[in-house]
């Protein structure tokens, strides 16, 4: 990876396998342009559940939280590709977030979305995504418009190779996927620097 290439990292809000979310994700990493290197993060069930007495400063912390907080640092913009549960966000989701808070990652971290909930959803997991938008604007991202799209995805979508088929949907992904990069680089030019995630701090 060079330093004008820009370091993505794909988080899915479901742990389940086979999940359209993932799937989506998978397909944005293989149509990623050579320019951006785009990771999946897959340590989100190892996560142990959120508790401010474990992250005390100076408290050593739990190795899968380590191991995350390493890979947000290491980003230059986060995509989330979540499904709604019970009317929210998934509780899994929402604890990877919580553990962001303690060292900042995701503040001014650029994040996009993909709401791929299929046709037959009643809302399309609008509520899923609006509790998603509460919780980055507490931590203090930079949620980047142009990358937050609504791309239907079903079951059917998904090839025997694990990515999305649909013609439609893949170009819609791949846009996805060059708005949150150009939006990284446009960010980098007017801070006058060649690459890095900025700084962290705490809210």
């Known amino acids: 990876m060079t330093a004008a290439s820009v370091a993505l990292l794909l988080v899915s809000g479901s742990l389940r396998a086979g999940s359209t979310n993932s799937a989506v994700l998978r397909t944005a990493q293989a149509l990623a342009p050579r320019d951006v290197e785009a990771s999946f993060y897959a340590?989100?069930?190892?996560?142990?559940?959120?508790?401010?007495?474990?992250?005390?400063?100076?408290?050593?912390i739990h190795p899968a939280v380590a191991l995350m907080r390493t890979s947000v640092a290491r980003a230059d913009a986060l995509l989330v590709c979540t499904p709604e549960y019970a009317g929210a966000l998934p509780g899994a989701l929402k604890n990877l977030l919580e553990w962001t808070v303690g060292d900042a990652g995701t503040y001014e971290k650029p994040v996009g979305w993909i709401n791929a909930a299929g046709p037959a959803a009643p809302t399309g997991a609008a509520d899923a995504h609006a509790s998603l938008g509460k919780v980055l604007g507490?931590?203090?991202?930079?949620?980047?418009?142009?990358?937050?799209?609504?791309?239907?995805?079903?079951?059917?979508?998904?090839?025997?190779?694990g990515l999305i088929a649909d013609a439609e949907a893949r170009v819609a992904i791949r846009d996805t996927v060059a708005a949150l990069a150009d939006h990284v680089r446009r960010r980098r030019?007017?801070?006058?620097?060649?690459?890095?995630?900025?700084a962290a701090r705490r809210p």
């Open 138 to 161: 507490y931590v203090g991202a930079d949620v980047v418009g142009s990358a937050c799209r609504r791309i239907p995805i079903t079951r059917r979508d998904v090839g025997e190779d």
């Open 43 to 60: 340590g989100m069930g190892e996560l142990p559940h959120f508790n401010p007495d474990d992250d005390a400063e100076g408290q050593a």
């Open 189 to 198: 030019q007017a801070r006058g620097t060649e690459g890095g995630a900025p």
